[in-house]
C-alpha cells in the first residue's frame, strides 16, 4: 500500500523517516513459485551466498544463485549476461514473481540489468551493502588497477563514474541493509536516489551475508515491501529507515 513520508519520534539516539516505493502486486502466501535471485559482489563467488540463500528457502522461496568469475569484465558487461538470466527466467512457467537480492557490487549489476530488461514478473529488490555512489575504496585504487580491473574504475565516487551515471530502476520497491562496520562502503553511498527503505545493522560488509537477521530482514522486505520497525539503537546501532538522499535533504533531515 502507496505511503507517504512520515516522521516517528526521536529517541534518545534515533530518527526515523519511512517511505517506500511504489507498489509491487505481491500478495498471497510465500511458496516455491516466487524465486529470489541472488547476485554477489567483486572478488566474490556463489558459495558466500548459500547460507543466505538456504535461509530464505527457510522462509519458503525458491532460490536461484547467479555469479562471474571474470574479475576484468566491466559492469556492463556482466549486466548484459546478468540481463539474459532474468529474461530465461522470466520465462519459466514454474516461476510467479522474481525478487532480486544483491552483495555490493551485485547491487549495481542488478541496476544495470534491470535497465537493459525489466522482468515481467518482476518482485522486489534487495540489497546488501550495495556502493550506489560508489566506493571510497575502489576511488583510491582506480589511478592504479582502474585500467586492468574496470570495475574497480566504474565504481569510483567521481561524479562521471559509471555508477553514478547508471540510473536506478524506478517503479520498484527498494530495500537496503547496510553494515555499521563497513570498510568499503560508506553509509551514504548505500542510499539510492530513489525511495527505498533501509536498515543497518552491526556488522562488516561480508559479515551480512552471515547473519540470520540480515536473511529475517531480507525476507520481510520481500513479503511486505518494507521492514519491520526496528528498536531504537538496537544491537547498539541506530534504526533508520530512509529516503533517498535528495529527498532527504528536502524534508529537511
Same mark, same amino acid.
Given at each position: 500500500?502507496?505511503?507517504?513520508?512520515?516522521?516517528?519520534?526521536?529517541?534518545?539516539?534515533?530518527?526515523?523517516?519511512?517511505?517506500?516505493?511504489?507498489?509491487?502486486?505481491?500478495?498471497?502466501?510465500?511458496?516455491?513459485?516466487?524465486?529470489?535471485?541472488?547476485?554477489?559482489?567483486?572478488?566474490?563467488?556463489?558459495?558466500?551466498?548459500?547460507?543466505?540463500?538456504?535461509?530464505?528457502?527457510?522462509?519458503?522461496?525458491?532460490?536461484?544463485?547467479?555469479?562471474?568469475?571474470? /574479475?576484468? +569484465?566491466?559492469?556492463?558487461?556482466?549486466?548484459?549476461?546478468?540481463?539474459?538470466?532474468?529474461?530465461?527466467?522470466?520465462?519459466?512457467?514454474?516461476?510467479?514473481?522474481?525478487?532480486?537480492?544483491?552483495?555490493?557490487?551485485?547491487?549495481?549489476?542488478?541496476?544495470? #540489468?534491470?535497465?537493459?530488461?525489466?522482468?515481467?514478473?518482476?518482485?522486489?529488490?534487495? /540489497?546488501?551493502?550495495?556502493?550506489?555512489?560508489? +566506493?571510497?575504496? #575502489?576511488?583510491?585504487?582506480?589511478?592504479? $588497477?582502474?585500467?586492468?580491473?574496470?570495475?574497480?574504475?566504474?565504481?569510483?565516487?567521481?561524479?562521471?563514474?559509471?555508477?553514478?551515471?547508471?540510473?536506478?530502476?524506478?517503479?520498484?520497491?527498494?530495500?537496503?541493509?547496510? #553494515?555499521?562496520?563497513?570498510?568499503?562502503?560508506?553509509?551514504?553511498?548505500?542510499?539510492?536516489?530513489?525511495?527505498?527503505?533501509?536498515?543497518?545493522?552491526?556488522?562488516?560488509?561480508?559479515?551480512?551475508? $552471515?547473519?540470520?537477521?540480515?536473511?529475517?530482514?531480507?525476507?520481510? $522486505?520481500?513479503?511486505?515491501?518494507?521492514?519491520?520497525?526496528?528498536?531504537?539503537?538496537?544491537?547498539?546501532?541506530?534504526?533508520?529507515?530512509?529516503?533517498?538522499?535528495?529527498?532527504?535533504?528536502?524534508?529537511?533531515?
Amino acid at each position: 500500500m502507496p505511503r507517504g513520508p512520515a516522521a516517528l519520534p526521536r529517541g534518545d539516539d534515533r530518527a526515523v523517516t519511512m517511505q517506500s516505493a511504489p507498489p509491487t502486486p505481491v500478495a498471497g502466501p510465500v511458496s516455491d513459485r516466487q524465486c529470489v535471485v541472488l547476485v554477489h559482489g567483486y572478488l566474490a563467488n556463489k558459495l558466500l551466498l548459500s547460507l543466505l540463500a538456504r535461509r530464505l528457502r527457510g522462509h519458503g522461496y525458491r532460490t536461484d544463485l547467479w555469479g562471474y568469475r571474470n /574479475m576484468w +569484465s566491466s559492469i556492463q558487461v556482466l549486466a548484459d549476461r546478468f540481463a539474459g538470466s532474468l529474461a530465461a527466467l522470466d520465462a519459466d512457467p514454474r516461476i510467479d514473481l522474481l525478487h532480486l537480492v544483491t552483495h555490493s557490487m551485485g547491487g549495481i549489476v542488478g541496476r544495470a #540489468a534491470l535497465d537493459r530488461y525489466r522482468p515481467r514478473k518482476l518482485g522486489r529488490f534487495v /540489497m546488501l551493502a550495495p556502493p550506489n555512489h560508489g +566506493s571510497f575504496v #575502489a576511488t583510491a585504487m582506480a589511478g592504479s $588497477f582502474g585500467r586492468v580491473l574496470k570495475p574497480v574504475a566504474e565504481l569510483s565516487t567521481a561524479a562521471d563514474s559509471m555508477v553514478n551515471s547508471l540510473p536506478t530502476p524506478a517503479g520498484v520497491e527498494i530495500g537496503v541493509i547496510a #553494515a555499521a562496520h563497513d570498510a568499503l562502503v560508506s553509509a551514504e553511498s548505500t542510499h539510492p536516489d530513489v525511495p527505498h527503505d533501509h536498515v543497518t545493522l552491526p556488522t562488516w560488509h561480508t559479515g551480512l551475508l $552471515f547473519r540470520r537477521d540480515t536473511a529475517d530482514l531480507v525476507a520481510d $522486505f520481500l513479503a511486505t515491501g518494507r521492514f519491520p520497525p526496528q528498536p531504537s539503537g538496537s544491537h547498539g546501532v541506530p534504526a533508520t529507515f530512509s529516503l533517498p538522499r535528495d529527498a532527504a535533504r528536502e524534508t529537511g533531515r
